[in-house]
């Protein structure tokens, strides 16, 4: 099957690419962001071993990532739309491969963290644009079944990160969980650079003050609940964190209602559609993805199970994805994405609440099993129909940033679900032995599943049958 892709310029005759290869040179680039998220879970324990690290720093080190990530993908989109989609794609594939490196090369927490909020920033242009370039590539009467294929590699890399990173860090080092991205990267520029053909949207002017005001907002949040915990959460610095953030977060709205070419434009939130959808992202992100950070780390600190047997044992939650998804993108279109969505969240919900009553130091594995294939069926039906109804609910003109604010606000669900979920952790709990970590990851997982619940009930709010505007 082949499509045709936009011409490079207005002289340029149209070139014809399989389906295929547009997937591969979006889809693998992608692959490595989304990979990124999780394939350093499974390694926290060691790390937090070989680097003297804190649980902070080992928030930091996930947070980094998605708070840089989220803090630029509106910023990515708008300067795709300026100075070439294709271009900006690729650009940020060359930072995401140098920024690995950096990250094998750490010695310090400070270092990692560093390193990997420039990750972040690299997967800030890779993420939505991959989206944008494969939607634009494809025919109307494919798109929601490519997009099922791009959810499904998405999948791939939520499956594969953790049992990659335990494989990576029981064979080798846990350096090695980033350096396996350097080749990757080497090897996709040319390829990325060849199918893909450059494309622009509006000439928008940037909204400088907007990534300001937001990103600092969402970083002194972030930092404020993170150390809440430690620090108490009457202290002069959590207080002026979480303070401090609201009021940026305030004055970013307020700047974006006023200004000409916003960052985040707040008119696509009229839309019921776009609302609920962003609604339920970021609930399912906060739920979720907090809660994986420290079920991850479970088989190790309480259980006694090497990085690689760890990751294995996640494998009937992870690899759910990989195959729901694509089937998801199949048949949203039949049975509809709010039946869908609703289903997955609910599902989540029930799994999450399933881990939390019978987790214990000695729960045996098959005890777990069902409760995980639940809760990976139930991201396999989130996935695909989510990326659908966000490319519906906005225009031709307006689907880049419609991509970059949904990914936006779900990075930003991860940063928080990790600082939220970590707190409720430090509040009960501790890494001093399995008995303490046990008793803080059961309120923390209560807690995910809760928001889980209320992400089920957002998604009930999107309308029956979603049209493309």
């Excluded at 997967?123 to 490519?146: D, G």
């Excluded at 390829?191 to 928008?204: P, Q």
Aim: aromatic content about 8%; hydrophobic content about 60%.
């Amino acid at each position: 099957m082949t499509s045709t892709l936009a011409p490079a310029s207005p002289d340029a005759p149209p070139r014809r690419r399989p389906i295929a290869a547009v997937l591969a040179a979006v889809g693998i680039p992608m692959f490595m962001v989304t990979l990124d998220n999780l394939v350093v879970t499974n390694a926290l324990p060691v790390i937090r071993t070989e680097l003297n690290a804190s649980l902070a720093d080992l928030q930091w080190f996930v947070n980094a990532y998605t708070l840089s990530f989220a803090s630029l993908l509106l910023t990515a989109a708008a300067l795709g739309d300026r100075l070439g989609r294709r271009r900006l794609f690729v650009a940020g594939i060359a930072l995401f491969t140098a920024a690995s490196a950096a990250c094998a090369l750490a010695t310090e927490p400070w270092m990692l963290t560093a390193a990997r909020a420039v990750q972040g920033f690299g997967a800030a242009a890779v993420m939505p644009l991959s989206l944008t370039l494969l939607s634009a590539a494809v025919p109307e009467k494919m798109r929601s079944a490519a997009i099922g294929i791009w959810g499904g590699i998405s999948g791939l890399g939520v499956a594969v990160g953790p049992v990659v990173g335990g494989a990576v860090v029981d064979g080798l080092s846990w350096q090695w969980i980033f350096w396996l991205n350097v080749p990757i990267g080497l090897a996709v520029l040319p390829f990325a650079s060849r199918v893909l053909d450059e494309s622009f949207g509006g000439a928008r002017k940037l909204d400088i003050l907007g990534l300001v005001l937001s990103a600092g907002g969402v970083l002194a949040l972030v930092w404020g609940v993170v150390h809440g915990a430690d620090d108490g959460w009457t202290s002069a610095g959590v207080l002026a964190g979480l303070i401090g953030g609201a009021a940026l977060l305030a004055a970013f709205v307020a700047w974006e209602l006023r200004v000409a070419q916003p960052m985040l434009p707040l008119r696509l939130f009229g839309s019921r559609t776009f609302a609920a959808i962003n609604a339920t992202a970021f609930l399912f992100a906060v739920g979720v993805f907090g809660s994986i950070f420290l079920l991850a780390q479970f088989f190790q600190v309480v259980q006694g199970y090497s990085p690689f047997e760890a990751g294995v044992r996640t494998l009937p939650w992870t690899m759910a994805p990989m195959v729901v998804a694509p089937l998801a993108g199949l048949v949203v279109d039949r049975i509809g994405a709010r039946t869908l969505i609703v289903a997955g969240q609910a599902m989540l919900a029930a799994a999450l609440a399933w881990i939390a009553l019978i987790t214990a130091t000695d729960v045996s594995y098959p005890a777990i099993v069902p409760a995980f294939v639940l809760a990976g069926v139930g991201m396999g039906l989130t996935f695909a129909p989510s990326s659908t109804v966000v490319m519906a609910s906005a225009s031709a003109a307006d689907q880049g940033m419609a991509s970059g604010a949904n990914n936006t606000i779900r990075e930003v669900g991860v940063a928080m679900g990790v600082a939220v979920l970590a707190s409720v952790f430090a509040e009960y709990g501790s890494y001093v032995s399995p008995a303490a970590y046990v008793d803080g990851l059961i309120p923390a997982i209560w807690t995910g599943s809760a928001v889980v619940a209320a992400a089920a009930v957002a998604a009930a709010m999107l309308p029956r049958r979603i049209t493309a505007r």
